[in-house]
């Protein structure tokens, strides 16, 4: 992959919001960096080397020096020497080993639309299988969802809201999850065959790899998605958790992984080949999470996955309609990880998939 150079350029100027005294000032740069990790074209499309004045919605003259010198040199002196200044250099350096294969948008637009590239695009996806309601930590109904589904064209997607071990989403208990069952399978018979929405669940996987439901409460959803949101700043290896999390009968996909969140925390420790090798074994899925902020597997686990013999869910994580397009963050990680569309559990029509999540789970 070339350089993302709107992520280099994002990255250094939150390094100058992270070391500002203000918050005013803070949070100009912060918007400035986010200004760039949005624009739809990398930055050398917008300003050429020696451009006078060249200008950047919402991004000022002192971020818009740093997008200069990461043109013209590749690095950005006044940055570092700023760094070094706010006496804050160990901080700094932390935040930059927890960005590591992060996409700008500008650079997923450029991997959907590169056709050297194999793997799945928005044409092959046929549906959404984690995303959140109102019932635990989203915004709309289960029904809104499912319209905002439809109106992006797919075939079917799964509500995976949060159960109940994970009290600060308001997670479900069993019997919100069989009244919230009810609620799906009115949108189901509203919907009729234009769509299907599946019963699932994001289960909460504690620190011994143990999940916040029962076998029979796993069973008595469609899909399950377990995934961790504790102990994701250990510095111990959590191999053992999360070969426990795929080895439990029940579990279709693992949600977001790594549980990493970009600059703040690089998430869990573990020998992933070995909980890749698991995951293939008890045919669950890995997820690539398109919440931007996470990206999780980023493409070199996800081809370390792939080469392991894995299937993929490419999910948004979303929280509204609007973050149903976070799923293009990864799709441009699954085609920069060679992962191909066959082994994309979203891409399968709705009968395969339905057979897949049932007990049987035939191989591929
Ligand atoms: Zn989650």
Redesign the pocket.
């Known amino acids: 992959m070339t350089t993302d150079l709107n992520m280099v350029i994002a990255n250094l100027i939150d390094d100058l919001a992270e070391i500002q005294e203000s918050k005013q000032s803070r949070m100009g740069y912060r918007r400035a960096a986010h200004a760039v990790l949005l624009l739809a074209q990398p930055v050398t499309a917008l300003i050429q080397p020696g451009e006078d004045h060249p200008t950047i919605p919402n991004v000022g003259p002192k971020s818009l020096r740093v997008v200069r010198e990461v043109l013209e040199t590749g690095a950005s002196p006044t940055v570092e020497a700023a760094v070094i200044a706010s006496g804050k250099v160990a901080a700094i350096e932390l935040r930059r080993a927890r960005r590591g294969n992060f996409l700008s948008r500008a650079k997923v637009i450029e991997a959907l639309g590169d056709d050297r590239l194999t793997g799945p695009t928005l044409a092959d996806y046929r549906g959404d299988l984690q995303m959140h309601s109102d019932w635990s930590d989203g915004r709309l109904t289960v029904a809104a969802m499912a319209q905002a589904c439809l109106a992006r064209g797919y075939r079917y997607a799964a509500m995976t809201d ?1 159960a109940h071990g994970l009290p600060s989403a308001h997670g479900l208990s069993v019997a919100d999850l069989a009244r919230q069952r009810e609620a799906i399978d009115q949108v189901n018979r509203d919907l009729g065959d234009r769509f299907c929405l599946l019963a699932g669940v ?1 289960a909460n996987i504690g620190l011994d790899g143990s999940l916040d439901l029962t076998p029979a409460e796993l069973r008595a959803v469609d899909l399950v998605v377990a ?1 961790a ?1 504790a102990g994701l700043r250990l510095p111990d290896d959590q191999t053992a958790r999360m070969v426990a999390a795929v080895r439990t009968p029940g579990v279709h996909i693992l ?2 992984p790594r549980g990493r969140q970009r600059g703040v925390r690089a998430g869990i420790m573990a020998d992933w080949d070995r909980v890749f090798a698991a995951a293939a074994d008890s045919r669950v899925a890995i997820e690539i999470d398109g919440d931007p902020h996470r990206q999780d597997l980023d493409f070199e686990l996800a081809g370390r996955a792939a080469e392991a013999g894995c299937v993929f869910a490419l999910d948004s ?1 979303a929280h509204s309609a609007s973050e149903l397009g976070f799923v293009d963050i990864a799709l441009a990680h699954a085609r920069l990880a060679g992962v191909p569309a066959e082994r994309v559990i979203n891409c399968w029509p709705l009968g395969r998939l339905l057979e897949w999540l049932g007990d049987g789970r035939p191989r591929l």
């Open positions: 949060h994001e995934a949101h949600g977001h994580d």
